[in-house]
């Protein structure tokens, strides 16, 4: 069998894949690992097929048997491959019990532990990852293993790799937003063993006991710090948060709108230190130490050949510096999949195979694989091995059709051809992929790729590399050649910005599901190898289902005829979604005070209405200007079209922002009081109870000025109330205005002092949500609230327990649906009898379009 690694690694990824949808779709399973089993068989009797059996007898055994028994051997090959897959990939993602997330319950602990990889560093903050080994419980101290984030908010703390730490904090569980098809963090970080968390603002509360680690890691990674600092102190704020990130991989000054730009222009990629920036250093190391031996004189360069040729030598000799730039980079994982990567091909080079890049990139995906098989579900994995496996499918086809060519002109001319070709194939084949985690297609990235991506390669990283150790040698403050280095970053922002400034330089979409996006790829795949039989019927098949699927609307879509409210988890803020049955569209609040390197705008509000197929936002309500309310609207107004902008008119601090983007895109602002007049909006009606349209206002704080309304749709109401607290809930009461209402949405997350009897029982809803972030340092919703509103006969959601809550009106009447209630449930074994029916419901989940977390 011709190529059985490639076969095999193949396997093995559906042996993985496998044992992750194990635990939701059994019976499922093991039917398709069966199908597999006899896709394995023909597969092998395909690729057997044609071969001459010579009737030789060898061992007493004749030549048919002997091929039949090959055959065998393979289908086992390929079998034990999937096995292997399947079984590994279940050892590796069991929790054990002496996991440290068991004890993550809001509890104030004690840790020991020990700083496992480089200090992440931002404006206000440091992030280190610890890797747990006791923790106190009264006054025992247990044994615990997993990794712990540990979040100092103080930017000056000194923690580096190795210390070992005593630390004390309230121990939290590490929980996503819990809001349909977004991506799921807490289920991403657990993938590295990270499953709780600790925050701090005080030094005092971190006392370091010794130092352990690898001692040539620690003092690799105090290089990389010195290395940090000398840039810091050398280069503009822009200039040292973009070098930092290329050459060291340190991206906490990395400004949101540095990011914003670096993504508009597809080249988001080099801001980190991925499989381009290794295969630079790798290629021009090569290249220097090759073509420095062939000038060699003559005689000692053929002597040498003799031994050994150049193209060995050099890959020996650019072995041990890729792995320090690696190391010195952070030996972040996906470094250390790329380092793999450019080892494995330095070893085809020395055993003369080279050119057998297939082979190559398979080799490194298995050790990649096996050293941990849920990096098959890491972003960064997924696009670097699909669009190198691109660009090598890409090379061949190329050299096979085009004609050698004759003159100096011919050659540039192909080899333009060449580089134009390999950066549509990237950006095409990962297309799929950026699509569904974030929500875009990035058509100018094919352009900025053939400019940008070369110029960094060969200008910016080697010089900010070399400086960088130069800094190091000289033991100098400053980078050496700073002026260089912010001459070169400089003009690369430039170019960033040319391309970033093109028209639709960036497109958001729905985000495609794992159906759709496999559909697309047999798709693709069935085009470029179109010569081939087989591939035209797969052609046919998945366009026909891609033509199907969008026309049954199970990628998302407009939907309009009835109203639907959802209630966002944005952590510990507010943020409401209200589509009217005529298609108009109100977001009330967009959260936002989940962390100062975190945007629930951008990552959750932003995405949730890509999903939804929704572009224009007809009405942004802020309530009022707080952090939690407020920040993640600034990037909604600047993505989406707005036609208005209610607020109550205070412009503050935590506003600016917001204040500005509005202004500046000169979107209509309305400011909104009880004295509003009503507004109809199709059939629905809003009514303003709050802010009060007097003198009181002045003696109010920003919560009891929030915008409270009332939004009423055949009979059925919904009373939106902001941070309201006492003094503008006994307002209201006074003020004797309407407040009747099916739902409310439960001032001020629920807290002590937004709690009122009177209030609640004149509003009487059947429907209480309570907005809160889960395990919340200000510990609502208070036991009062939830209480009271029980009593009241409420059903009570929290977006804390439930994550996102979803209010239709439909016929009259409503229909709650809870985040909780669309996501796959694992199958519990314990009970075999149910393993059936649990399988049953997922199942129905996927076909509804729901099943959100893995399809």
């Known amino acids: 069998m011709q190529k059985p690694l490639v076969l095999f690694v193949a396997f093995y990824i559906c042996g993985v894949v496998a044992a992750e949808l194990f635990r939701y779709f059994p019976v499922t399973v093991i039917l398709s690992v069966i199908l597999l089993f006899v896709l394995a068989a023909y597969i092998i009797s395909v690729i057997h097929h044609g071969e001459t059996i010579i009737p030789v007898k060898k061992h007493g055994l004749s030549g048919a048997t002997i091929f039949k028994s090959r055959m065998f051997a393979d289908w086992i090959l390929l079998v034990t491959a999937v096995h292997s897959g399947f079984l590994y990939m279940l050892y590796v993602s069991r929790v054990p019990d002496t ?145 930092q990130a290329m050459v060291i ?193 990035n058509w100018v990235g094919i352009m900025s790729n053939m400019v940008i991506t070369p110029y960094v390669g060969f200008t910016v990283l080697p010089v900010g590399l070399l400086t960088g150790v130069l800094s190091l040698v000289l033991d100098t403050n400053t980078i050496p050649l700073a002026w260089l280095n912010e001459l070169l970053v400089g003009f690369l922002y430039k170019m960033v910005e040319l391309f970033a400034g093109l028209p639709m330089s960036t497109i958001h979409i729905p985000s495609p599901g794992t159906l759709i996006i496999i559909l697309i790829y047999i798709f693709l795949f069935s085009i470029f190898f179109f010569s081939f039989r087989l591939s035209k019927v797969m052609l046919i098949i998945s366009a026909s289902f891609l033509v199907f699927i969008s026309g049954c609307n199970v990628m998302p879509g407009d939907q309009t005829g009835f109203l639907c409210v959802t209630f966002l988890d944005v952590g510990q803020g507010d943020s409401a979604l209200i589509e009217f049955p005529d298609g108009n569209t109100m977001l009330i609040d967009g959260g936002g005070a989940f962390s100062e390197t975190f945007d629930t705008g951008r990552s959750v509000v932003a995405p949730y209405l890509w999903n939804k197929g929704i572009r224009k936002i007809d009405y942004i309500v802020a309530s009022h200007p707080q952090v939690d309310h407020i920040k993640g609207l600034t990037y909604i107004a600047d993505k989406f079209q ?146 009271l509103y029980k009593r009241t006969g409420a059903a009570i959601y929290r977006t804390d327990v439930d994550g996102a809550v979803i209010i239709e009106l439909r016929d009259e009447r409503l229909k709650v649906r809870r985040y909780e209630d669309l996501v796959l449930k694992e199958v519990d074994f314990k009970e075999p009898g149910s393993i059936f029916h649990s399988e049953l419901i997922n199942l129905k989940k996927i076909l509804e379009g729901y099943g959100y977390g893995k399809l």
Not at 216 to 238: A, C, P, T
Not at 310 to 324: H, L, Q, Y
Not at 381 to 390: D, I, K, T
Not at 740 to 769: C, L, M, N, Q
């Open 99 to 243: 996991d440290i997330s068991k004890y993550a319950t809001g509890e104030k602990l004690t840790i020991i532990g020990m700083v496992d990889e480089p200090v992440k560093f931002y404006s206000k903050k440091a992030v280190a990852t610890v890797n747990a080994m006791k923790i106190l419980r009264g006054d025992k101290w247990l044994d615990v293993t997993g990794r712990v984030r540990l979040s100092v908010y103080d930017h000056d703390v000194e923690l580096s790799y190795g210390d070992i730490l005593r630390f004390t904090g309230r121990l939290k569980e590490i929980r996503g937003f819990k809001n349909p098809g977004l991506f799921d963090y807490a289920e991403y970080i657990s993938r590295d063993g990270i499953r709780a968390s600790i925050g701090t603002g005080k030094r005092e509360n971190i006392s370091k006991i010794s130092a352990g680690g690898n001692p040539v890691l620690r003092r690799l990674y105090s290089w990389r710090e010195k290395i940090r600092f000398s840039i810091m102190r050398g280069l503009s704020d822009n200039a040292s948060a973009i070098l």
């Open 642 to 787: 707005i036609r208005e902008v209610w607020t109550n008119g205070r412009k503050v601090s935590a506003s600016h922002d917001f204040d500005s983007m509005v202004a500046g895109k000169d979107i209509r602002r309305v400011n909104i009081h009880s004295g509003t007049g009503d507004r109809i909006i199709g059939d629905c009606k809003v009514s303003f109870l709050n802010p009060p349209y007097n003198s009181r206002t002045n003696e109010l704080d920003d919560n009891d000025l929030s915008i409270v309304m009332r939004i009423t749709c055949n009979d059925i109401s919904f009373l939106f109330t902001g941070d309201i607290e006492m003094k503008a809930i006994r307002g209201i009461v006074e003020g004797g205005g309407l407040m009747k209402s099916t739902v409310i949405k439960v001032p001020h997350h629920g807290a002590r002092g937004s709690v009122e009897e009177d209030f609640i029982s004149r509003v009487g809803p059947s429907i209480a949500v309570i907005s809160v972030g889960y395990q919340n340092s200000y510990h609502h919703p208070s036991q009062e609230a939830i209480s």
């Open 249 to 441: 991989g340190a991206a906490g000054e990395l400004t949101p709108g540095i990011r914003d730009k670096f993504t508009a222009a597809g080249v988001t990629h080099i801001l980190s230190i991925s499989g381009s920036h290794l295969g630079f250093v790798t290629f021009l190391i090569f290249m220097i130490v090759r073509y420095s031996l062939l000038y060699l004189p003559y005689k000692i360069l053929l002597r040498l050949s003799l031994y050994i040729t150049p193209s060995k030598i050099a890959a020996i000799c650019t072995i041990p510096p890729v792995i320090f730039y690696t190391m010195i980079s952070g030996g972040e994982v996906a470094t250390v999949r790329s380092l793999i990567m450019a080892l494995v091909y330095m070893t085809a080079i020395l055993a003369e195979r080279e050119d057998d890049a297939i082979n190559t990139l398979a080799v490194a995906a298995l050790i990649v694989l096996l050293l941990d098989p849920q990096a098959l579900f890491d972003i960064s994995f997924q696009l670097s091995y699909m669009a190198v496996f691109s660009m090598i499918i890409v090379v061949r086809r190329f050299y096979n059709i085009e004609d050698n060519p004759v003159g100096w002109k011919d050659k540039y001319l192909r080899q333009f051809k060449l580089l134009m070709l390999l950066n549509i194939s990237a950006t095409i084949s990962t297309a799929p992929v950026i699509a569904h985690y974030y929500n875009q297609v």
